[in-house]
């Protein structure tokens, strides 16, 4: 079981940028997956979930509008589409899967409510 994130780079503020993450396992049906990010020095935080089978995405209100998330059950793919990036969106970005009702709980951004991590992609935006 594992989960491999890509796509990370360096952009200006204002582009765009598309992380993935390879969801081993068939995890994408029977767990909360989510995308994390996380500056040197500060906790790991999330920044979107999507339930088990889909059905629900939340996004932390600092992303709302400008981040997608969506997967491809088919692929086993996880995908984070960042639009309109700023400074502050600079952070290892941390794909994660976590126990369904997860993703349904107020402390869903907590990093504590998630077992599996990736090895992480670096996003940097100046």
């Known amino acids: 079981v594992q989960l491999v994130e890509s796509g990370g780079d360096s952009v200006e503020a204002g582009g765009s940028l598309t992380l993935s993450c390879v969801v081993s396992?068939?995890?994408?049906?029977?767990?909360?997956l989510g995308w994390f990010r996380q500056d040197p020095g500060k906790q790991r935080v999330g920044v979107a979930v999507?339930?088990?089978?889909?059905?629900?995405?939340t996004y932390a209100d600092s992303v709302k509008g400008r981040f997608t998330l969506s997967q491809d059950n088919a692929k086993n793919m996880l995908y984070l589409q960042m639009n309109s990036l700023k400074p502050e969106d600079t952070a290892m970005y941390y794909c994660?899967?976590?126990?369904?009702?997860?993703?349904?709980?107020?402390?869903?951004?907590?990093?504590?409510?998630?077992?599996?991590w990736g090895q992480g992609t670096q996003v940097t935006v100046s």
């Open positions: 396992g068939h995890f994408n049906t029977k767990y909360c």
């Open positions: 994660a899967a976590g126990p369904p009702y997860v993703c349904y709980s107020d402390s869903w951004s907590l990093a504590a409510g998630f077992g599996i």
């Open positions: 999507i339930s088990a089978g889909g059905g629900s995405i």
